[in-house]
């Protein structure tokens, strides 16, 4: 046999991929552009660069909800992007998107994370005041374009140009966001609104399951919440019984399950219904076509409620969530003030980007063990 080229790949998209789907011989390309590889898509190449950058190897020590290795099943921001890369590819799977277009985006979705999950982030974004604030999403695109260093020719590993608009969720029709000088459609492809729809379903799933173990939250909770009784009654219907060994375990399952059926079902008539034809229709029209019915977004909108209500913000994490403001805060104040205690890379880069968003970059990019050990060093 000859092998698959990437010819041959391409080839094989355009035949399988719906209309309406990205494909990969049909791009707005790298910002420096490089010859074909032999074997890989563009898109395919996306993925492994972002599998081989050391942000994404970090995220493993990044907190999802709980703080990193506090636990030896929680998740933590690197299992989270794993399980969202494998929801959202079934997603695009089914629906005839690209593949691996909505995996490299899945993938890299959280490279901009900072240490310490959400309160992390807040802390950033308010010490960044006046300074042009912190978001994650925009932060993984400085991740992909600047922070990574390997390649001899420039910095950043060069992804394409969809897999790096993908990045960018957030669209105002009123103040749209940029790239590369232009500006962005009101919506993101259909490829990069699965990915975001596969990360909320898979922390509305996997936070209950790490809530239930951590024991912040109960099944007694949960027994008000109409999805979890809805994937409860499946898991009886296979005869396991509350307080069996499985029986949680398995009711998470069903929970994902349904989150993601709906949601495929949904957009399926969603797209039918729309008459998109090609890839930037949707976009340009500002159409999100990746989405629950009615009845789904009721109820994961109360179970969202519900976590942020009892897990999110608990107690228990709340004193957490402080503690890792103050750290924060501190290594902030700290190599704003001294810049020489931080990497060279601060010093270099505060000459073309200022003080503040330099030790932005530095700080956004710590895990939660380094930033815990810079803390005690610097404290
Ligand atoms: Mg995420």
Known sequence: MSARTQKFLCGLENKTLAPYAVHAGALRGRRYPETPHPYRTEFQRDRDRILHSQAFRRLEYKTQVFLSTTGDHLRNRLTHTIEVAGIARTIARSLGLNEDLTEAIALAHDLGHTPFGHAGERALHSLMEGHGGFDHNLQAIRVVDLLEKKYPAYDGI?????????LIKHRSPLHPPVLDGAELAPAPCLEAQAADLADDLTYYGHDVDDGLDAGII??????????????????????????????????????????????????????????????????????????????????????????????????????????????????????????????????????????????????????????????????
């Open 158 to 166: 060069n992804l394409t140009w969809e897999t790096r608009a993908g």
């Open 218 to 379: 109960t099944e007694d909770m949960l027994d008000g919440i109409a999805i979890w009784r809805m994937a409860a009654e499946e898991t009886k219907s296979l005869g396991l019984k509350r307080g069996d060994g499985k029986f949680l375990t398995y009711t998470v399952r069903a929970l994902i399950n349904r989150m993601v059926g709906d949601a495929i079902e949904t957009s399926a008539k969603l797209i039918d219904a729309s008459g998109v034809k090609a890839p930037g229709d949707a976009p340009a029209k500002g159409m999100t076509l990746i989405a629950w019915s009615q009845e789904f977004q009721v109820l994961t909108s109360e179970l969202r409620t519900f976590l942020y209500e009892n897990l999110y913000f608990s107690q228990e994490l709340n004193k957490l969530n402080q503690l890792s403001k103050d750290r924060m805060s501190f290594l902030f104040e700290t190599f704003v003030k001294h810049p020489e205690l931080a990497g060279s890379q601060v010093r270099r880069r505060m000459e073309t980007d200022g003080i503040h968003r330099a030790v932005t970059d530095y700080i956004a990019g710590m895990t939660d063990v380094f930033a815990i050990c810079e803390y005690h060093r610097l404290k």
